[in-house]
């Protein structure tokens, strides 16, 4: 799995980085067939002059073969918005994790329910 770690208008110190690569690894753990994960942490201070809390946004883009998940997270805290976003990201690769699941098991059922009906069929004509 490649995960590239980047920020905006913040420096990511060695801390973030280790924080988001051990959340980042509990997801790999539920799926290993992840090819990349982009992660960019940013610091908004739009509201900061009107005496507004700074807002920190940690966003992920994780890539699996044919398809593309992104999440994000605002806190008033990094590491709390990094900790979201990990969770927002974990429950989206079991939900996809769940639908490929669910796919190998029906089609594997149609085949075994065309195989009970054409045995049913023929014990009739016998």
């Known amino acids: 799995m490649n995960v590239s770690i980047s ?4 420096s990511v110190t060695e801390a973030m980085d280790t924080s988001v690569r051990e959340k980042l690894a509990k ?8 090819q990349s ?3 960019i942490l940013s610091l908004d201070n739009s509201g900061a002059s009107d005496g507004g809390k700074k807002s ?3 966003e992920a883009i994780l890539r ?4 593309e998940m992104f999440v994000q997270a605002l806190e008033d805290d990094m590491y709390k918005a990094i900790n979201e976003m990990a969770d927002k990201l ?7 994790k769940t639908r490929q699941e669910r796919k190998k098991t029906q089609g ?3 085949e075994g329910r065309f195989e009970e009906i054409g045995n049913d ?4 004509m016998s």
């Open 56 to 58: 920190h946004k940690a």
């Open 64 to 67: 699996v073969s044919g398809q």
């Open 37 to 39: 994960i982009k992660v």
């Open 90 to 96: 974990d429950r989206q690769v079991r939900k996809y």
């Open 27 to 34: 997801i790999e753990r539920h799926f290993d067939q992840i």
């Open 121 to 124: 069929e023929a014990s009739l």
């Open 108 to 110: 594997a059922g149609r």
């Open 7 to 10: 920020g905006h208008h913040i």
